[in-house]
């Protein structure tokens, strides 16, 4: 007889990972199954982030994990990877908000800024003692970010900031904001104070996706920043944009944690769902669907791993990796929309995750470059032509 397998793991990629990247995995597991599942359903109902998981996420060493020193903890791409998995198991809003604090704002400072930037920040955000945000996208269109108003200039020591940032998660929360600004200098990353005088900040309410998220506006008003919060390593739209390519990798996981969310649970449903006189788990367009979505869970786990080990290389193209956006996003809201249907009426309940996932998803398939643009990315890799221009 054949042995069972594993309806979230078919392809068994829990073998390929080292005795430390299962440790990683299986602890965040424990903590999402006991601290966050639990929660998420009346987190995204009343529209909060549960702002006390922060000091727990912390102790576990999950922000910033993939930094050496500044009492980070070192790990490695797989592992990153694997802890937004599981979190996004949870809910895509708690994976946003290590996403943002790790690859959004202790990357670019940890990779552009100057010492001194680093002793202050990094150890406090991986204690979680200071949230930071990460500000590019601006009203008039996030997909071409090369066309941001938001400017900077210099006055003697100081530079004098204006512009806004729309649809900026932790917005409200942050105690610093890394804020990308046009300069006579090329593109600079600015560390903006919560308590600048001329930085203002509000929450953008009633959305219908990662409700357990905040999102909101920036506003910079004749902001004087000095010049000891600019970061010295990067002045081009390169530094944005490579932080992008760190989040958007931890994406391509984080969402397969959200895939598997759902098709546990319709597992579950279809075979307690008696249709007919018989299990609806027992028909066959059923069981083609729940294949369907562990062949795209499988598609998405190998994609990831492979690029995890690729990143671990060192040899990481941001086309690599936006493909995997792309791919397993997709798969995932897929999922996510047939188990809502396959629910029938229960579906559309928040007592069944896939409708919260499935809302989550529009966000998660948005932000961070939208489809499109990932599909634009990789044409332009294979053409050598580009369709953005
Ligand atoms: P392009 O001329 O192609 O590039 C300019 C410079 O940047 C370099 N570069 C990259 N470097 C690292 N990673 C990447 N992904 C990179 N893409 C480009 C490039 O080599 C060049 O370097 P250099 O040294 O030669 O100057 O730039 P472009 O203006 O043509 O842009 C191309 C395009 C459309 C792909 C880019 O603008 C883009 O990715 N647009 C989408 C913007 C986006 O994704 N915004 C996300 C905002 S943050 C967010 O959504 C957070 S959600 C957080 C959460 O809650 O989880
Ligand atoms: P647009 O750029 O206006 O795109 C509109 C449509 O046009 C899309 O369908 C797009 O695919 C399509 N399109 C664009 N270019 C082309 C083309 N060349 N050809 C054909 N179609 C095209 N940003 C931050 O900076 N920091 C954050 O922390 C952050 N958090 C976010 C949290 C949430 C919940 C959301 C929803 C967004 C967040 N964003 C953040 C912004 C996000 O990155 C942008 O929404 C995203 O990049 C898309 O930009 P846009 O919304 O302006 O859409």
Redesign the pocket.
């Known amino acids: 007889m054949s042995r069972k397998l594993d309806p979230m793991d078919l392809y068994d990629i829990r073998s390929e990972l080292s005795e430390d990247e299962v440790m990683v995995k299986d602890t965040v597991a424990r903590f999402v199954d006991d601290n966050v599942i639990p929660l998420m359903q009346e987190a995204f109902e009343k529209h909060e982030f549960p702002r006390h998981l922060i000091g727990e996420v912390a102790k576990m060493g999950l922000f910033g994990s993939s930094i050496d020193g500044y009492d980070c903890a070192g790990l490695n791409g797989v592992s990153y990877g694997l802890i937004c998995q599981e979190l996004e198991r949870g809910d895509?809003?708690l994976?946003?908000?290590?996403?943002?604090q790790s690859?959004?704002v202790m990357y670019p400072i940890h990779t552009y800024g100057s010492e001194e930037q680093k002793q202050r920040w990094l150890p406090a955000m991986a204690k979680g003692e200071a949230v930071g945000c990460?500000g590019?996208?601006e009203s008039h269109g996030?997909?071409?970010?090369?066309?941001m108003k938001t400017h900077a200039k210099r006055d003697g020591d100081d530079w004098i900031l204006n512009g806004s940032k729309m649809?900026?998660?932790?917005a409200t929360i942050a105690d610093a904001a890394v804020v990308w600004a046009r300069t006579d200098e090329g593109v600079k990353g600015f560390i903006v104070e919560k308590d600048m005088p001329g930085f203002d900040s509000h929450e953008i309410k009633n959305k219908f996706s990662?409700r357990a998220?905040i999102?909101g506006t920036l506003f910079f008003n004749n902001v004087r920043v000095p010049d000891c919060n600019v970061l010295p390593g990067v002045s081009?739209?390169?530094?944005?944009?490579?932080?992008?390519?760190q989040?958007?990798y931890?994406?391509s996981w984080?969402v397969i944690g959200a895939a598997q969310a759902c098709l546990d649970e319709v597992l579950r449903y279809t075979q307690e769902r008696i249709l007919f006189g018989r299990p609806l788990a027992n028909t066959q367009t059923i069981q083609i669907r729940l294949a369907d979505m562990a062949r795209r869970i499988t598609s998405a786990q190998l994609m990831s791993l492979r690029l995890g080990r690729i990143k671990d290389s060192g040899d990481l193209s941001?086309?690599q990796?936006?493909m995997a956006k792309w791919n397993n996003c997709r798969a995932a809201i897929d999922i996510a929309r047939d188990a809502r249907d396959i629910l029938g009426g229960a579906g559309i309940s928040a007592e069944y995750v896939p409708i919260r996932h499935m809302l989550n998803l529009e966000?998660?398939i948005?932000?961070?470059?939208?489809e499109t643009?990932?599909q634009?990315?990789v044409g332009?890799e294979l053409t050598g032509v580009?369709a953005?221009?």
Not at 167 to 170: E, F, G, K, V, Y
């Open positions: 895509s809003g994976r946003s908000f290590v996403s943002v690859s959004l990460f590019l996208t996030g997909s071409d970010p090369s066309n649809w900026i998660t932790n990662l998220s999102t081009s739209l390169r530094g944005p944009l490579s932080c992008l390519t989040a958007r931890g994406i984080g941001p086309t990796v936006s966000s998660v948005t932000y961070e470059g939208t643009v990932h634009l990315v332009k580009n953005f221009g």
